[in-house]
């Protein structure tokens, strides 16, 4: 989950490149929120605000200035109410994160996400639902290429309702962010006995030289997320506009919808499957399959 100011930000400049300068004007940066709680774990939230458009050079390259760092962040859970506190954290990008040791996720449960910052009154509200059952992991070989590998997973459907999921992946130790993987959005209905789901790596915005497949020594964590409808529509439609080739003169870039009222991003609960794997020992082990 790559910082959403960036993408937010070239998005809607790529939308408008062709505008006059008149469309400048009056423009305001926005509140962008990231925020996710998943079951026995603490909420996190990130805040930014959109990079403003302008017919004046701006520079991408110091970006502290739009990162929030002084906002009342909230989290209510029907019962009780606890004030996130923000902190420096290396560990993400930005570097500084809202959470708390002091309320934890659970299973259908409703958590209401409260930001005050300067006149701005953002909220959303989400629900947790029950983790997926994850019955298979092997390694796959990439047919382009003898040194590149993708994770295949196969899942159980225990529910009679309709089900959304996303898949995340972190690549190695020395960060404790997941990325939304590569076309890594799915429903219930590809979930069929024996059917394998494909899981590439996560793009994160700074990616210069990415590819969406693991590499043999790579230590990754894979992430199984069941979401509600709106957090599927969030994910899919962030997912093809990061992910999906385009022209420049045809564009196929689509707004992104969010759950925060009063904001842009997205406020998610997240039932959520861990499983760290390490592709070396994967081979070694004989699962893997050409």
Known sequence: MRKLLFVFS??????????????????????????????????????S??????????????LKDYIVTWAKVSVSDG??????????????FPPYVYTTGRMFGRVGATYT???EYEDIYATAE???????VMENMRVVRSEDSDSLYQIEITM????????????????GTSSKQFFASYLG???????????????????????????????ENDSVSVKIAHIDNGAYE???????????????????????PSNISGALGYWCGMGSLRKNIVISEHLMNGNSSK
């Open 185 to 215: 959005y799915f429903t219930d209905d590809v979930i069929t006995d024996g059917t394998f789901i494909p899981v590439f790596r996560g793009k994160s915005a700074m990616d210069e030289d990415y590819t969406p497949y693991f590499k």
């Open 156 to 171: 159980r459907d225990e529910s009679p309702e309709k089900d959304y999921y996303q898949v995340f992946t972190k690549t």
């Open 79 to 92: 019962v009780d109410t606890v004030v996130l506190t923000g902190k420096y954290d290396p560990e993400y």
């Open 10 to 47: 070239c998005l809607l400049l790529f939308g408008l490149q062709s505008c006059a300068p008149d469309y400048f004007e009056d423009n305001r940066s926005e509140l962008v929120v990231e925020g996710w709680i998943e079951d026995n774990r603490p909420p996190v939230v990130i805040l």
């Open 49 to 62: 605000k959109t990079l403003t458009l302008s017919d004046k050079y701006q520079s991408l390259t110091d």
């Open 234 to 256: 969030f994910w899919s439609t962030y997912s093809k506009n990061v992910n999906m080739p385009s022209s420049m003169f045809l564009t196929a870039i689509s707004r992104v």
């Open 113 to 115: 996400l409260m930001v």
């Open 126 to 132: 989400t629900r947790i639902l029950p983790s997926p």
